[in-house]
């Protein structure tokens, strides 16, 4: 990929945040830094549009001992399978759980399934690591 230089004014303040920044997320110039918040811009924008392919890792943590809660979760990714690319299930100690389910679809699709599996009664923690399938870039 060819690379373009362009040059960017800002106050000085401005920069001196931004150095800062830079160092504190140990970016070797900024150059690299401003490529990292160009892509997050990106990722975002596809996330927004409710009909843009994206990425993403689901992750739970949930007590196993609570069967119809595991009966629910799995009802729930057999209903979504189109969209679940794989899923990785960790036993924690004795009664927790950990599962990661890594998902491909429209942003729709995926922030339906990660809400449901979150709202399901029993569940300690969920989240979404949004990402992007780094096709535009
Ligand atoms: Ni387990």
Same mark, same amino acid.
């Given at each position: 990929?060819? !690379?373009?230089?362009?040059?960017? =004014? !800002?106050?000085?303040? *401005? !920069?001196?945040?931004? %150095?800062?920044?830079?160092? +504190?997320?140990?970016? =070797?110039? @900024?150059? #690299?830094?401003?490529? %990292?918040?160009?892509? $997050?811009?990106?990722? $975002? #924008? $596809?996330w927004t549009g409710s009909n843009a392919a994206v990425t993403g890792v689901i992750s739970l943590v949930y007590d196993h001992h609570k069967r119809e809660l595991v009966d629910k979760l799995l009802n729930i990714q057999h209903d979504h399978q189109r969209i679940i690319v794989?899923?990785?299930?960790?036993? *924690?100690?004795? %009664?927790?759980?950990? #599962?990661?389910?890594?998902?491909?679809?429209?942003?729709?699709?995926? +922030?339906? !399934?990660?809400? #449901? *599996? @979150?709202?399901?009664?029993?569940?300690?923690?969920? $989240? *979404?690591?949004?990402?992007?399938?780094?096709? %535009?870039?």
């Amino acid at each position: 990929m060819s !690379l373009v230089r362009f040059g960017v =004014s !800002l106050e000085k303040d *401005l !920069l001196k945040r931004f %150095d800062m920044h830079c160092r +504190q997320n140990a970016y =070797s110039n @900024r150059s #690299e830094a401003i490529r %990292d918040m160009i892509r $997050e811009i990106i990722v $975002e #924008e $596809e996330w927004t549009g409710s009909n843009a392919a994206v990425t993403g890792v689901i992750s739970l943590v949930y007590d196993h001992h609570k069967r119809e809660l595991v009966d629910k979760l799995l009802n729930i990714q057999h209903d979504h399978q189109r969209i679940i690319v794989a899923s990785q299930h960790i036993h *924690l100690d004795h %009664d927790n759980c950990l #599962e990661v389910i890594v998902v491909k679809g429209s942003s729709k699709d995926v +922030q339906g !399934l990660a809400a #449901e *599996l @979150r709202a399901t009664k029993g569940v300690k923690h969920g $989240e *979404l690591v949004r990402t992007t399938t780094g096709k %535009d870039m």
